[in-house]
């Protein structure tokens, strides 16, 4: 099988991961995750799917341990640099891992976790062996467990295997036209798809560098660009939100020289929460890209994406990626006509193999012909897909109608007081669900009744929220994704 390992033989003189200012070649990277699959392997020929958890900064370190878990035969299982212990117990005790690895920094947070596991080590700690390993994988073998953010419930273990992994690699190495000639800045949590997958494991297929910053900063990531060696950029859009308000910040001069070193870009990719349109219309104008919005989820990576070389429509997540297919389907699972909305259903190698332990909810996510329920709403029109939202919390059932809660929040954005606002559908004996919104605002107080005046010049009577109220920040994930059902209880 032809697998990262295999290609990065083909890459061995160029530069795999930049980080802590050091640069590692992909020789570098086989040779070091060789040594510590074997310090993993503690003298056995193959870890038979063992779960190998880990907690590690993004950086040339967590490369070499992934691919030496993937290389010793286990499942990596990496961890969440915030999540609390309590988060960082419920992963180790669900998957059962074997074995526990962390930097330094996680020592003292980790401690009580040791008793939980076989054996657990500082990735210092681990000594060097020269020795041979063989690059080929088994691609039908699971190869890692990434957790769901538990919005509508405990979080699930989505399970993928290696021909999982290599067919969301290749279907956007091949859409978003990656080559060997690109460079990357890595900002993204790397306990995500989109940090693992879109970002580190795209770059290493394609021979590309991948450059870590371990810590968003919005300076730090301009200095980065500054070096004219960046070319690739992808992320979240409080990430894009954040880099746009420090532009503002700086001298004409200085916004002047940074626009000019982002036109040079090849491609920048906005994804993991839904892009406001203020939002890519600012950066388009700092930068000259219009983001290229993708559409995916843990369970399958990515599965629809706007095109990398046609007109891009904001708001649009474009068609699916090559060997994906895709449907929208009613509460019936029954295709719904064009120009309706329904539910985003997905076949395709990409899909994920299994909930861990789940068998239950692995097989209530799928229909009885095998296509993935994701549990998101779109509309097909002006021939590509456009997303209304989560079933769970972004349709809201208020009067007879099905709402979305993104085209509400779209709306309020465009407000001259509204900085940011969240909507969400609270239970409600008159409507069934009551319209509520949270904005967050650039004065100390707001007319709400002015502001639904305003609304109803842009969306119909029924569409206008029954309930305001002003918050500083709005509750959100690590991905910078606002978490609905904590925004809710505020309402009810």
């Known amino acids: 099988m032809k697998n ?13 991961i930049i980080s802590t200012g050091q640069s590692y070649s992909y020789t570098d990277l086989i040779s070091k995750s060789t040594e510590l699959a074997h310090f993993l392997l503690r003298g056995r020929t193959d870890l038979n799917g063992a779960r190998i958890a880990f907690l590690m900064p993004p950086s040339f370190e967590y490369t070499a341990l992934m691919w030496a878990i993937w290389r010793a035969g286990g499942i990596a299982v990496p961890l969440c640099e915030k999540h609390p212990l309590a988060s960082l117990t419920y992963v180790i005790e669900d998957t059962q891992a074997e074995c526990l690895v962390y930097s330094k920094e996680f020592k003292n947070k980790l401690e009580p976790l040791s008793e939980k596991v076989t054996y657990s080590f500082d990735f210092e700690e681990a000594e060097s062996q020269n020795i041979t390993l063989d690059l080929a994988i088994k691609k039908e073998r699971s190869a890692l467990i990434l957790y769901t953010s538990g919005t509508t419930g405990n979080p699930k273990g989505v399970v993928t295997t290696h021909q999982n992994i290599e067919a969301q ?8 036209g990656w080559s060997k000639e690109d460079h990357i800045l890595n900002v993204l949590p790397m306990h995500h798809v989109h940090g693992i997958i879109n970002v580190l494991s795209c770059a290493l297929w394609s021979g590309a560098c991948c450059e870590f910053l371990s810590r968003f900063d919005s300076k730090k990531v301009f200095d980065s660009f ?37 036109k040079k870009f090849r491609l920048m990719v906005s994804g993991s929460a839904a892009l406001p349109v203020s939002v890519l219309e600012a950066w388009k104008k700092i930068s000259g890209h219009v983001l290229l919005e993708r559409y995916g989820m843990t369970e399958m990576g990515m599965a629809i994406s706007n095109s990398y070389r046609a007109k ?61 329920k994701t549990g998101d709403i779109a509309v097909f029109e002006n021939n590509c897909y456009r997303i209304l939202g989560r079933n769970s919390v972004d349709i809201i059932k208020s009067g007879g109608y099905k709402i979305s809660a993104l085209e509400i929040e779209e709306a309020l954005r465009k407000h001259p007081d509204i900085k940011e606002c969240g909507v969400v559908g609270v239970p409600d004996e008159e409507w069934g669900e009551l319209i509520c919104a949270s904005l967050i605002v650039n004065k100390e107080t707001l007319d709400f009744k002015a502001v639904s005046t305003w609304l109803k010049s842009l969306l119909p009577s029924y569409k206008i929220p029954r309930k305001y109220i002003l918050q500083e920040d709005l509750p959100r994930n690590v991905m910078g994704k606002v978490t609905k059902n904590e925004l809710k209880k505020l309402f009810i």
Do not use: C
């Open 226 to 262: 500054s070096r004219e060696s960046i070319n690739v950029f992808m992320a979240v859009p409080t990430i894009y939100y954040k880099l746009i308000v420090f532009w503002k910040e700086l001298s004409l001069t200085e916004q002047e020289e940074i626009s000019s070193i982002l």
């Open 169 to 176: 690699i290749t279907s956007l190495t091949r859409g978003w």
């Open 312 to 372: 891009r429509i904001p708001g649009h997540i474009g068609l699916p990626l090559e060997g994906v297919t895709v449907r929208l389907a009613d509460e019936q699972n029954q295709p719904v006509k064009e120009g309706n909305q329904g539910e985003i259903q997905v076949k395709g190698p990409n899909v994920f193999k299994e909930y861990w332990n789940k068998p239950k909810a692995t097989q209530a996510t799928f229909t009885k012909e095998g296509w993935f």
């Open 4 to 16: 990262l390992f295999a290609q990065a033989q083909k890459h061995k003189s160029r530069i795999a």
